[in-house]
């Protein structure tokens, strides 16, 4: 049995609509045809579309991480005695 959407699903826009390199937003992460889109995506698009967006935001955590680690590491091996 498929739930009954009451409210649309807001844009998950934060006014920061920068691009990547890659072509996502640098605010909500969606790609140009989601954003261009958004208003005639059905809600279990929409939905789809955020699951995305999460996992490509999880992603740029990731590689932040491994960035940080990584400039840590290349530091300290300057003062290898």
Request: with cysteine; net charge positive.
């Given at each position: 049995?498929?739930?009954i959407?009451?409210?649309?699903?807001p844009?998950?826009?934060k006014?920061?609509?920068?691009?990547?390199?890659?072509?996502?937003?640098?605010?909500?992460?969606?790609s140009?045809?989601?954003?261009?889109?958004?208003n005639?995506?059905?809600n279990?698009?929409?939905?789809?579309?955020?699951?995305l967006?999460?996992?490509?935001?999880?992603?740029?955590?990731?590689?932040?991480?491994q960035?940080t680690?990584f400039?840590?590491?290349?530091?300290q091996r300057?003062?290898d005695?």
């Open positions: 049995m498929q739930q959407e009451i409210f649309d699903i844009s998950p826009c006014s920061i609509c920068l691009v990547n390199n890659r072509g996502y937003c640098k605010g909500c992460y969606r140009r045809d989601e954003r261009f889109t958004w005639s995506l059905t279990s698009e929409k939905k789809k579309v955020l699951s967006c999460q996992q490509r935001y999880k992603r740029y955590l990731q590689k932040q991480q960035n680690v400039n840590s590491t290349t530091e300057g003062f005695f």
